[in-house]
């Protein structure tokens, strides 16, 4: 009787054989895995949510919560012991409060006795600074080492800044790609867009818009010019010291002269003229360069422009800048958002380029700019970090989550 008492009941509708949690042997392998939300911020939640519906487990009970003086708790309500666990952990306008809850969070479920602890974070903090740049230091390196110290065994992460991040890491780290799904985007809501040309706003960015220019079919088009240089100038490594210093230090080695760098004037590499322009990155934060390249592929004919970002951090003014950039009226004329450029014709107006949209993906909160902007749309990538955390639970491969991923993609 007793050990008929603590079998697995029985499936009212289902045919899925049930464990004594309730969930099926497809969701949960023999010693189980729960999820929990990072940081109590709305939009983690959210997301949180949203992955443990479409694997069908109940999000794990935890509070995150900051003392009056700003020090992090957080609070595990529930036991860890042996299981598999996975962090969500978005990061919004409050970077360090966000990190800080994560390494937190991490160091208690460790204490308690959790076999591995996977981090879900889509966008990972500090990713811009990578290198070495004058006297500076390699904080995502710094991360890194923080999070494995923590007792971070895994990290799910999603469109690094750079690849090579993952060197950095002393355990396994899956970087997903968000290109599938905002080219899907491109297909279904873009009308007419096998009119458009792919547009990289730098020549560091050429790969990724080449990737999405071949798998759509698309041409390729690339900014180049001195509104895009400052990153290359500020990654040559350390400062190089000025001709007064140099004077006092001569040690009688005479090392070839340094020349200057010469900024080109701004050009596009391609033909954008009657095509709409979808410019594609991995980040989207201060929008000035993405509006000052509008302006140049508005002057070169371009009669649709379209931003698509995996992170949209959207920082300081970025949406009033993008609401502002939307021009439709023109010497008290209307302009129709779908009339192609016919060029400047006497006695009337030249039409102009509206930024129609910028897509982004849910990796990072953004609803406080959705409400500024109305051209901010968001595409969910839910679905993919579900599916790696149930791939990753049972141990199968992830191959199937990078078919048709090119190298530089």
């Given amino acids: 009787m007793l050990a008929r008492r603590l079998g697995g009941h029985k499936c009212l509708g289902s045919s899925s054989p049930k464990l004594s949690f309730g969930y099926t042997k497809m969701n949960v392998s023999s010693r189980g895995y729960r999820v929990f939300s990072g940081n109590s911020s709305t939009a983690c939640t959210e997301l949180a949510q949203t992955i443990t519906e479409r694997l069908g487990v109940e999000l794990g009970k935890s509070v995150v919560y900051q003392e009056a003086n700003r020090e992090t708790r957080v609070d595990v309500k529930e036991s860890v012991r042996g299981q598999d666990i996975f962090i969500i952990q978005t990061i919004p306008r409050d970077v360090n409060t966000a990190v800080m809850e994560l390494l937190v969070m991490a160091y208690t479920l460790k204490t308690s006795s959790a076999q591995n602890i996977i981090g879900v974070i889509p966008y990972f903090p500090y990713s811009k600074q990578c290198k070495m740049r004058k006297r500076g230091s390699i904080v995502c390196k710094l991360l890194a080492s923080m999070l494995a110290e923590a007792g971070l065994t895994h990290i799910i992460t999603m469109d690094l800044h750079q690849k090579e991040i993952q060197g950095f890491f002393s355990f396994p780290v899956d970087n997903l790609r968000a290109s599938p799904f905002l080219i899907q985007y491109i297909q279904e809501e873009i009308p007419d867009y096998r009119n458009a040309v ?155 380029a509206p930024i129609l ?8 909160p953004h609803d406080v700019q959705k409400l500024q902007c109305s051209k901010i749309k968001t595409v969910d990538v839910s679905m993919i970090l579900a599916e790696a955390i149930r791939r990753i639970h049972h141990g199968e491969s992830m191959a199937y989550l990078f078919r048709n991923i090119a190298v530089d993609d």
Avoid: C
């Fill in 357 to 364: 949209q910028v897509v982004v993906t849910n990796t990072v």
């Fill in 198 to 352: 792919i547009v990289a706003k730098s020549p560091s960015a050429a790969q990724r818009a080449q990737s999405y220019a071949e798998r759509l079919r698309l041409g390729l088009a690339v900014l180049h010019g001195e509104a895009h240089n400052f990153e290359l100038v500020m990654s040559d490594g350390p400062g190089l010291a000025s001709p007064s210093s140099l004077a006092h230090a001569r040690t009688g080695l005479e090392l070839p002269p340094m020349m200057p760098k010469e900024k080109p004037p701004i050009t596009v590499v391609g033909d954008v003229g009657g095509r709409i322009a979808i410019i594609v990155d991995d980040i989207i934060d201060d929008v000035e360069d993405f509006v000052a390249a509008a302006d140049i592929l508005k002057e070169r004919g371009a009669y649709r422009i379209y931003i698509m970002a995996t992170h949209g951090l959207l920082s300081a003014d970025a949406p009033r800048l993008i609401e502002e950039s939307a021009i439709d009226e023109v010497n008290g004329l209307k302009v129709k958002a779908d009339w192609p450029p016919l060029g400047k014709i006497p006695g009337y107006f030249t039409p102009v």
